[in-house]
């Protein structure tokens, strides 16, 4: 008996996944064991560059989620809602979820988990993070005997492609934005990929799959890229960076250290270390393995224990790339439900146990978060001053009065009458350098201080 599809969505993912479902010539033989049942669109009119069955299409959604006979929910109109309802509903019937929405994931994670712990049911979100790129699975799986200490990610497509325009042009931000906006690589409104809450949301899934705690969306320090200049990426250049937007989580305290274990279900136990998670544009060393990553591509470097490092690296998004993702946890749930020998229907509580761990979802606690200013990291900063002799000293006397120390401090040149003195620091920790920052433009000397961005 084939495994019975419900797609909520027809747009270019749910297009794509279903041209890769349809052409099943040379791909994996389990393909045939799966059948489109039900395709939830807003329009079954609509002209479509794929071919289904009239009756395969349909606009009322609850149907699709509610019909006893469909297995696996594939879940890509995007959007909160009605996706989270559907899900949720879903799920509540005892199917299973594949979903390509890293919006909904990151915000309603807990309620849709728990939903599908309590139905006994999986929920694969392969797609939500780094289009075709394979690394929600290798987290779960392949990594999860590892201390995990470092997720380190360029997750944004639109941000890097923007940001490695103006590293190669020497163009402003928004040049390139408006540009980008013209080829299809920005959205008409290009806030959730700017301002860093689309990078927010795919570091808060994976931080949560890394270090085995819930993440509160809330408590993930967002910064986008709008405040950087073309002024500061030529100066990233001189200095020996690139300028990117990371998606960043890391461990605070080392877990061999504080006794810290990754959670996996039931069986495992939950001394979860204090994290560091955070969205913002940051100076990389050109000998990085994520300085090389331009245009619109993606990668994920993870860094554990005793793995060492392993880079992610592929295209971000596009039809084809989270087809790819989204067709795979089909392929996984399509494997798992061929092997049951009973349906989920029937699964009774002792059963809902037996459920495969590296499938599941095994974190139930929150995570917690530290405030940045207990961050520990590297800044530059440029400032803009009165050309007055003795300045630098000053700016080196505040800085040493709260015990920031320098790699460097030089003047640069001079914008019109004011003189441009550019300093990156050693390992500060944050509050330090904002206090010291706070004192510095109190000084009569300093006109502003246009530029603040941290060091990889």
């Given at each position: 008996?084939?495994?019975?599809?419900?797609?909520?969505?027809?747009?270019?993912?749910g297009?794509?996944?279903?041209q890769?479902?349809?052409?099943?010539?040379?791909?994996?033989p389990?393909l045939?064991?799966?059948?489109?049942?039900?395709v939830?669109?807003?329009?079954?009119?609509?002209?479509?560059?794929?071919?289904?069955?009239?009756?395969?299409?349909?606009?009322?959604?609850e149907?699709?989620?509610?019909?006893?006979?469909?297995?696996?929910?594939?879940?890509?109109?995007?959007?909160l809602?009605?996706?989270?309802?559907?899900?949720?509903?879903?799920?509540?019937?005892?199917?299973?979820?594949?979903?390509?929405?890293?919006?909904?994931?990151?915000?309603?994670?807990?309620?849709i988990?728990?939903?599908?712990?309590?139905?006994?049911?999986?929920?694969?979100?392969?797609?939500?993070?780094?289009?075709?790129?394979?690394?929600?699975?290798?987290?779960?799986?392949?990594?999860?005997?590892?201390?995990?200490?470092?997720?380190t990610?360029?997750?944004?497509?639109?941000?890097?492609?923007?940001?490695?325009?103006?590293?190669?042009?020497?163009?402003?931000?928004?040049?390139?934005?408006?540009d980008?906006?013209?080829?299809?690589?920005?959205?008409?409104?290009?806030?959730?990929d700017?301002?860093?809450?689309?990078?927010?949301?795919?570091?808060?899934?994976?931080?949560?799959?890394?270090?085995?705690?819930?993440?509160?969306l809330?408590?993930?320090?967002?910064?986008?890229?709008?405040q950087?200049?073309?002024?500061d990426?030529?100066?990233?250049?001189?200095?020996?960076?690139?300028?990117?937007?990371l998606a960043?989580?890391?461990?605070?305290?080392?877990?061999?250290?504080?006794?810290?274990?990754?959670?996996?279900?039931?069986?495992?136990?939950?001394?979860?270390?204090?994290?560091?998670?955070?969205?913002?544009p940051t100076?990389?060393?050109?000998?990085?393995?994520?300085?090389s990553?331009?245009g619109?591509?993606?990668?994920?470097?993870?860094?554990?224990?005793?793995?060492?490092?392993?880079?992610?690296?592929?295209?971000?998004?596009?039809?084809?790339?989270?087809?790819?993702?989204?067709?795979?946890?089909?392929?996984?749930?399509?494997?798992?439900?061929?092997?049951?020998?009973?349906?989920?229907?029937?699964?009774?509580?002792?059963?809902?146990?037996?459920?495969?761990?590296?499938?599941?979802?095994?974190?139930?606690?929150?995570?917690?978060?530290?405030?940045?200013?207990?961050?520990?990291?590297?800044?530059?900063?440029?400032?803009?001053?009165?050309?007055?002799?003795?300045?630098?000293?000053?700016?080196g006397?505040?800085?040493?009065n709260?015990?920031?120390?320098?790699?460097?401090?030089?003047?640069?040149?001079?914008?019109?009458e004011?003189?441009?003195?550019?300093?990156?620091?050693?390992?500060?920790?944050?509050?330090?350098?904002?206090?010291?920052?706070?004192?510095?433009?109190?000084?009569?000397?300093?006109?502003s201080?246009?530029?603040?961005?941290?060091?990889?």
């Amino acid at each position: 008996m084939g495994v019975k599809l419900g797609i909520l969505g027809l747009g270019t993912v749910g297009t794509g996944t279903v041209q890769l479902l349809q052409d099943k010539a040379g791909r994996h033989p389990l393909l045939q064991e799966i059948e489109i049942y039900r395709v939830g669109v807003r329009s079954v009119d609509k002209p479509r560059a794929i071919e289904l069955p009239a009756e395969v299409l349909t606009t009322d959604l609850e149907a699709i989620v509610n019909d006893p006979t469909v297995d696996i929910i594939v879940e890509v109109m995007g959007g909160l809602e009605p996706a989270r309802s559907l899900i949720l509903k879903a799920l509540s019937n005892g199917k299973h979820v594949v979903t390509a929405n890293k919006a909904v994931i990151a915000r309603y994670g807990a309620e849709i988990f728990t939903t599908a712990n309590q139905a006994g049911v999986y929920v694969m979100l392969e797609a939500a993070v780094g289009g075709g790129i394979p690394v929600i699975q290798p987290l779960k799986q392949s990594l999860s005997v590892n201390r995990i200490h470092t997720v380190t990610g360029i997750v944004n497509g639109t941000t890097n492609y923007i940001l490695t325009r103006m590293q190669t042009e020497g163009s402003n931000f928004s040049d390139v934005l408006a540009d980008a906006q013209r080829l299809g690589y920005a959205e008409a409104d290009p806030t959730a990929d700017v301002d860093g809450l689309d990078a927010a949301d795919k570091i808060a899934i994976l931080a949560s799959l890394g270090f085995g705690g819930r993440i509160n969306l809330k408590d993930v320090y967002t910064e986008g890229i709008r405040q950087v200049s073309k002024t500061d990426i030529a100066y990233a250049e001189k200095l020996g960076f690139v300028i990117k937007l990371l998606a960043i989580a890391n461990r605070i305290t080392p877990p061999e250290e504080d006794g810290g274990t990754r959670g996996r279900g039931d069986a495992g136990t939950f001394s979860l270390s204090p994290l560091s998670v955070r969205v913002h544009p940051t100076l990389v060393p050109k000998a990085h393995p994520l300085a090389s990553i331009n245009g619109v591509y993606n990668a994920i470097l993870v860094e554990g224990e005793p793995i060492g490092q392993v880079m992610f690296f592929g295209p971000g998004a596009g039809a084809g790339a989270t087809a790819s993702a989204v067709a795979s946890d089909i392929l996984n749930l399509t494997a798992s439900l061929k092997s049951q020998t009973v349906s989920t229907q029937e699964l009774n509580k002792s059963e809902i146990a037996a459920l495969n761990p590296l499938l599941a979802c095994g974190h139930h606690e929150y995570s917690q978060i530290v405030p940045m200013a207990e961050l520990i990291t590297r800044f530059y900063a440029r400032f803009l001053t009165n050309d007055q002799p003795g300045v630098i000293g000053k700016l080196g006397t505040c800085f040493g009065n709260y015990g920031v120390s320098l790699e460097s401090i030089v003047q640069t040149g001079f914008q019109g009458e004011l003189a441009e003195i550019v300093v990156v620091t050693h390992d500060v920790r944050e509050g330090n350098f904002r206090q010291a920052l706070a004192e510095i433009e109190s000084l009569e000397a300093v006109e502003s201080i246009p530029s603040l961005l941290r060091v990889l």
